[in-house]
């Protein structure tokens, strides 16, 4: 049950128990109170009869007894008026008294024994009738008889009743009133701002941090509101500072994965390097020798280029290899990226023009310094402009830019300044499962057409080494975008970042 039912329910009925019981008190004093009046008006009726028939009496004048009662019945017929004499014998009443004779005709006597009077309320609840029964004296005291007053009590009963009726639409007005008042109070200052709180929480619970509950008042509620919010912002930053811890754990763990992969491509590679690197040289040179030979036959010469070919191409691979897996230490200094970026350009123009393809570059003025390796810089954009000329078609388009640009390591951690370097070719592009793993040893969307696979890998590898970072987006048959994020020359020798 909502609170609000259980508090509109507790007034409700606290409103009835008080406004009820003071109902029925009001009821009781008007009921008393109508009683007194009505009790005082009949007594004194009885007792102006009571001097009446006194004076008449005690004159010799009983006949006038009986013209008392006949103009008594023409004012007020509902009044019984008995008179009795000094042995309780009844000698006159009024019209239509014969049912009221057995309410007084018991008190007369007892009236006349006590020389007292006798007022009783009779009927049920006492709201029938009101007897009056007063005695007769004569000059020296002595008992003359009684006179006896019946009053029905219909109107009385019929003013209860009224006053009743009204006390009860008045106490049920009231009740529903305060009720309806005091519902309304709690569904604005209770319950709304309850369901509001629960609906924040419910988002918090379903990972939304930044909600917040508006406090609207400076009572219970709304403080209650700002320590909610209070709550939520803590608990957003302990959500950044854990989202933040794991993904650093993540890279952390993805550095150990790619350190002990080059561990292992360094063994390799070092291997490869001794076993096949002398006879590789003597083989490639032999066959050097006979393709350089004029009287051989056409066909031999031919099968000696390509023997030149391929011992170049493992020669290449192992270079490589060796490349990834020992780099030598970068000699950073603080440069104008533009400059070894341009030189790759012209570097390429060259081979754009071979194969048909438009290289365009577009370098922005007044780029900022970057604390990087000039070296490292340059083999990162050739290595992005060889594979985008290779994945790109006659008469297609290879587009270079430098421009400004803030980034971030990872979407937790705050932007850094940087220049971006993008490449993009309008090429045959890359499917999506491909493009998760382009970045690895080994993999290579041109293993048909001799890539290795380690180029792509070298210039990872370079970008984390500078503490940026990369984004690719590509889709089949409309090209590919590399993006190189690299810090500006403050941001870069400030922080750290894993590789």
Known sequence: MRISTKLGLGLTLTSA??????????????????????????????????????????DGQSGDVGKMLESLELKDPTVDVLVFDAKGALV?????????????????????????????????????????????HNDTGGSLGAVGVVKPLDGLRLDLESTRFSTLLSTLTLIVGISAVGWLLMLLYIQRPLERMVGAMRAVRGGDFTTSVVAERDDEVGEVAHA????????????????????????????????DKLVTLGQLSAGLAHEIGSPLLILGGRAQALAARTEL???????????????????????????LSRRKPTRRDVLDVAAPVRAVVDLLEHEARKRDVRLVSELAPSLPRV?????????????????????????????????PANFRIAPSLPERAGICLSVEDTGVGIDAERVE????????????????????????????EHGG???????????????VFLPVAGEAESKEVVA
Do not use: C
């Open 17 to 58: 128990v008080i406004l009820g019981s003071y109902g029925y008190s009001q009821l009781q004093k008007e009921e008393m109170e109508l009683r007194t009046a009505t009790e005082q008006a009949s007594r004194l009726l009885a007792t102006a009869l009571q001097v009446a028939m006194e004076n008449a009496v005690r």
């Open 469 to 483: 970072t990369m984004a690719v987006s590509s889709r089949p048959g409309e090209g590919s975008l590399f993006q």
């Open 371 to 403: 604390f990087a390796d000039g070296d490292g810089v340059q083999q990162v954009a050739l290595n992005l402009l060889t594979n985008a000329l290779r994945a790109t078609s006659r008469g297609g388009t290879v587009r270079l830019a430098l421009a």
């Open 92 to 136: 006159a009443r009024s019209l239509g008294s014969s049912r009221s004779l057995p309410l007084v005709e018991a008190e007369a006597v007892q009236v006349m024994k006590a020389h007292g009077v006798v007022t009783r309320f009779g009927g049920e609840g006492g709201l029938d009738h009101l007897s009056i029964v007063l005695p007769l």
């Open 297 to 323: 036959p056409e066909d031999v010469r031919r099968n000696a280029n390509i023997l030149v070919e391929q011992s170049e191409r493992i020669a290449r691979t192992v270079r490589q290899l060796l490349d």
């Open 228 to 259: 909610f919010n209070a709550m939520v912002k803590e608990l957003g930053e302990a959500r950044g500072r854990l989202t933040e811890e794991v993904e650093a754990r993540i890279a952390l763990e993805a550095g150990l994965q790619r350190v």
């Open 437 to 464: 793993h382009i970045f690895e040893p080994f993999f290579s969307t041109w293993s048909e057409q001799g890539g290795t696979g380690l180029g792509l890998a070298v210039v990872k590898s370079i970008v984390n």
